[in-house]
């Protein structure tokens, strides 16, 4: 079956929003050719690490299934993230079983995490979703206001040795795991979301250190990985690393990932750093990303959905790249499709 450019330009992004509706955009990103949706948190949700009483009371396995449905009939196939992290952000709280406290989780055993994260998946699944936005990969060493309390562990090694029990749990269980945030942001010297000036400043060999995780990620064949919103001086100090062609392809080339490549958030202050959101998609995508995370503000998933199939006709990305970018996209929907009982 062969596709617009119009409608690849759609299936690569991944609308994130907070609330369980389909916004009139959201509708008719999905209409056109969109196939994944994004069931975030509030930035005061997001700040304090946990959901909402107001939200905990609320939402139920059966509001989750609605607006998956919902999607998916749109769609025809979809990709239904959450942010599920280990020792972080939980984004189905009460709704699935809880992972260990962050003090408990470097004493459990793979096998204890493979089987508690297959269990969760499964009840996830069950919901309709499909991805989760999990493991955190970063190995923090100094400060990072960005990830506090989202990590668990300084230890590479163990990091790597659990988060890879998780990919293999989760992905039993019917959900994609998505290892983040390439290539590591062990400290940054702010929140990418609202300092522009924020980077990971240290040197080449201090990031290379941080690598075991993502190594291990890629090992366990985990199916998405998140490139970060900010700059990494050691590989490009001009183009966050989202937009860096030299950090996607280290992911690509060096490191042998040829699962799909998610940039993190378009529209964070440290990856825009003064430039427009529409120009980060297309920055990201030339670079080597696939799947592009956008928050559903406005008309901001028509406009970049028609800026990035603008750039695609006048040669500014190449028609094929996107296509093959929309295409993996499509595959990895199709091979977590919801399974009907």
Known sequence: MSFTPAEDAHAVILPAFDGMMLSDPAKRFLD????????????????????????????TAESFLRITDDARGRSGMLLAAVDQEMGGICR???????????????????????????????????????????????????????????TWSKDPLLIARLSAAYIRGVQSGRVAATGKHFPGYSTTTGDPAVDATAINPLALSDVKAGLAPFRAAIAAEVELIMVGPAIVTAYDQAKAALRSKAVVRMLKETLGFDGVVMADDLDSMATMRGDSVAAVAIDALNAGCDFLLLADIGTQLDEIADAIETATRSGTISAEALAKSANKVRHLSRKYEMRKV
């Open 92 to 150: 189905l709280h009460d709704l699935v079983p809880q992972f260990p406290a962050p003090s408990e989780l470097p004493f459990a055993s793979e096998e204890q995490i493979s089987e508690l994260s297959m269990f969760i998946a499964t009840q996830a699944a069950g919901m309709g979703i499909n991805v989760f936005l999990s493991p955190i990969l970063d190995v923090l060493t100094g400060s990072n206001k960005w990830l506090e309390r989202r």
């Open 32 to 59: 056109r050719g969109g196939i994944s949706i994004l069931l975030g948190e509030s930035r005061e949700e997001y700040l304090a690490r946990e959901m909402s009483d107001t939200r905990r009371g609320s939402e």
